[in-house]
């Protein structure tokens, strides 16, 4: 069974610092990654998606994410950052689930994240 | 705009009372799903359903019962026999079949056992 592991339960940023959060992952084959913003009290978004392809992938709002095979690691990183990134971030890892539509996804404990001004 | 809807946001249950989370997305989307949420645990599967008239356990289904009657509508019942109901809980869906794709969720319903 596939697993995702999110070392820093919790970071703290000044506003304008670079940022990386760390996230390991545990899957047989090739992965499919994600990483997910979640705001207090509301659901997550989908900052960005690694299928296939470029290792280096970009997403929205300044973030971006690299695959490394050798390291199964998907960490997220963004160069400066701003008082309203401050939020929880997810990292997962999906899979289908049978020959169906469903997805399986499997999400690390989280990293909050808190930016000092 | 579509987009999931879940309602209602708070709920509070008192203790052996069942309660039913709704669920609804115009996403045209498949798959369903149900999470729930502890801090500190990230998001954990209770249920989730391919098609109409279809589901399956997730990980944490005990306590849990869900209907899919209609494509765009998967309700959550939190019975009584779960024993600590209290989180956060998430639905999201998932387009039909493909590269797997990413889920889109609601907002969330903060269910409190009171």
């Known amino acids: 069974a596939q697993s995702v592991t999110q070392p820093d339960i919790h970071i703290t940023v000044s506003e304008g610092a670079s940022l990386e959060l760390r996230c390991n992952y545990s899957y047989g084959a090739t992965p499919y990654l994600f990483w997910y913003v979640q705001s207090p009290g509301q659901g997550l978004q989908l900052l960005l998606k690694y299928f296939s392809g470029d290792t280096l992938v970009q997403g929205i709002k300044g973030f971006e994410a690299e695959f490394k095979r050798s390291q199964s690691s998907f960490n997220l990183r963004k160069p400066s950052v701003h008082w309203s990134d401050a939020a929880e971030y997810f990292c997962?890892?999906?899979?289908?689930?049978?020959?169906?539509?469903?997805?399986?996804?499997?999400f690390g404990s989280g990293t909050q994240l808190t930016v000092l001004p | 705009d579509g987009g999931i809807t879940q309602s209602p946001k708070y709920l509070f249950r008192k203790e052996g009372q069942n309660v039913t989370l709704s669920c609804e997305q115009n996403l045209n989307h498949d798959a369903m799903y149900w999470y729930r949420q502890d801090p500190g645990q990230g998001l954990r599967l209770i249920y989730y359903s391919q098609i109409v008239n279809d589901f399956q356990k997730g990980d944490i289904a005990e306590g849990y019962s869900v209907s899919r009657e209609k494509k765009e509508s998967f309700p959550l019942t939190v019975t009584s026999a779960q024993k600590n109901p209290t989180a956060f809980y998430l639905c999201a869906s998932t387009p039909d079949r493909g590269p797997v794709t990413e889920a889109f969720f609601g907002q969330g319903t903060r269910l409190t056992v009171v």
């Open positions: 997962a890892v999906g899979v289908h689930i049978s020959s169906g539509s469903a997805r399986q996804l499997t």
